[in-house]
């Protein structure tokens, strides 16, 4: 059974940095996608940070150049550094893992993800 838990939600300032992390569990798939999405109070889920089995990272405008995701495959958790903090990063924040490496056109779908953590929440204040 796949599972992933998310950590390291909290509340910070404008300008601050959090570390979300994503423990990986039951999860045997050796090319595949994984993500960060997020969800705003009334907006859509949206796409923040993709990475994918070989390594490669896709971010969305908003995030890029502030945002980090990685992987560390020997302790099965994935990873999102967040920088430079805004009000408008204020949401709750998944990870989610397909389990086939998705194609450029399919990766930005939260639809193509097969497994989701239950969230944590990142509050940004100005």
């Known amino acids: 059974q796949v599972q992933l838990v998310e950590s390291g939600g909290g509340s910070v300032q404008a300008g601050g940095s959090l570390r979300l992390s994503c423990a990986v569990s039951?999860?045997?798939?050796?090319?595949?996608?994984m993500g960060w999405f997020r969800q705003a109070p009334g907006k859509e889920l949206e796409w923040v940070a993709i990475?994918?089995?070989?390594?490669?990272?896709t971010y969305a405008n908003s995030v890029e150049g502030r945002f980090a995701i990685s992987q560390d495959n020997g302790k099965n958790t994935l990873y999102l550094q967040l920088n430079s903090l805004k009000p408008e990063d204020t949401a709750t924040y998944y990870c989610?893992?397909?389990?086939?490496?998705?194609?450029?056109?399919?990766?930005?779908?939260?639809?193509?993800?097969?497994?989701w953590g239950q969230g944590t929440q990142v509050t940004v204040s100005s």
């Open positions: 989610a893992a397909a389990s086939v490496r998705l194609a450029w056109w399919a990766r930005l779908s939260s639809a193509r993800y097969n497994y």
């Open positions: 990475i994918d089995s070989d390594g490669t990272t």
């Open positions: 039951g999860f045997t798939y050796n090319s595949y996608s």
